[in-house]
């Protein structure tokens, strides 16, 4: 519970209690709670969209909603990560100056339009999967699956890469020691719960293709990563967070057009 909760205060908004406290090694080893975090961020986010369309009519605002609150629980974390990326691999043509750009505070042209095309996709291929089927467990679990099993992922670069930093940033420095098998194993259980659940529920085998995809961008941000960085940063860990979340939510889409 001590490492979960020390996920949650390192992950989150959300309040924990004062005995946790910030220490690098339980940091560390709370990085196997990341997917189970995503199981908090989604079910916020949906719970909001629900309330949404209780309150509106159920098109563009609830969904508007549903995205303010996972970027309000999470501190726009992830979300800066991948502004950072943006920024870092946009304008620099070396590691020394990728590095440099992304930890630099200041957003610069690449991460607007980044994180502003980013946001778009999440807002419409989030209004089109939750507005074809009214709300029930079905679109509870599909909100949740996106936000753990994106969060599984990134917790598999860092089994993957080594730290790209030799400064140990202060955003990525917790979980730059890596993390065990047996953590990514719980992890990687975490992750896949809620798409498993999905898959008993609507009985619909077809959801388990939606891995695929994740695999191959997986494979691709890792390749990439390590071409230029030789390893990750805190910032790739978002960023691979924000871009396969928005892949399980096109994965969605894509299955409800094909089926109609």
Known sequence: MRLFFTALMFYTRLPVPK??????EALNRATMFLPLIGWLVG???VGVYWLGTVLFPPAYLP??????????????????????VCDGFGGGWTKEKILSIMKDSRLGTYGTIGLGLLLAVKFFALQSMLSVEPFGWTVVLKYISAHSLSRLTATTVIRALPYAREDLDAKAKPIAQGITMGQLV??????????????????LWIYLLFLIPLVLIRWRLVWFFNKWLG??????????????????????????????
């Open 19 to 24: 005995s946790i406290d910030h220490s690098a």
């Open 43 to 45: 079910g916020i986010g």
């Open 63 to 84: 969904v508007l909603f549903s995205m303010i609150a996972t970027v309000w629980v999470t501190g726009a974390f992830h979300e800066d990560g991948f502004a950072d």
């Open 186 to 203: 719980l992890a990687t259980l975490f992750g896949l719960l809620p798409l498993m659940a999905l898959v008993l529920y609507t009985t």
């Open 231 to 260: 390893g990750y940063t805190g910032d790739c860990l978002g960023a691979t967070q924000q871009l396969t979340e928005v892949v399980v939510y096109l994965s969605f889409v894509s299955l409800l057009w094909i089926s109609v």
